[in-house]
């Protein structure tokens, strides 16, 4: 059966295997697990989307105390919580974070969603 990208059968679906994700992820060694979630997307459509995938994450992350979320769709958002090319990155300076698509990250997007992933691990550890 094909289902619909974001209808409500094709996100049922897709939290069950998020789910089993995290619980193979986490195993019974209780490893940590951080979570990246879906960034914001020039196109509305996309971001919907990404939206509802988030939701997900973020409840089946806190049903797994070993899984750490990480919210990278307000990180992308400019500061009226829309999409936005350009951001000001890790130098401070305002950096192109995203391709041409408008979904995937450039290089600098990318360092910026991996400091906030390192961010979490550094505080989950205490590491200064």
């Known amino acids: 059966q094909v289902l619909q990208s974001g209808s409500p059968e094709w996100l049922e679906l897709y939290r069950r295997r998020t789910s089993a994700a995290m619980d193979i992820l986490v195993g019974s060694a209780h490893r940590p697990v951080w979570w990246v979630g879906m ?54 300076q305002r950096e192109l974070m995203r391709q041409g698509d408008g979904i995937h990250w450039s290089r600098a997007g990318g360092d910026l969603a991996a400091s906030a992933v390192l961010d979490q691990i550094k505080k989950r550890w205490r590491i200064e």
């Open 39 to 92: 960034p914001v997307a020039r196109s509305a459509e996309q971001s919907a989307v990404y939206r509802a995938l988030n939701k997900i994450y973020v409840a089946e992350a806190k049903k797994r105390p070993d899984v750490h979320y990480v919210d990278t769709y307000t990180m992308f958002c400019d500061a009226s919580g829309r999409y936005a090319d350009y951001l000001i990155g890790l130098s401070g």
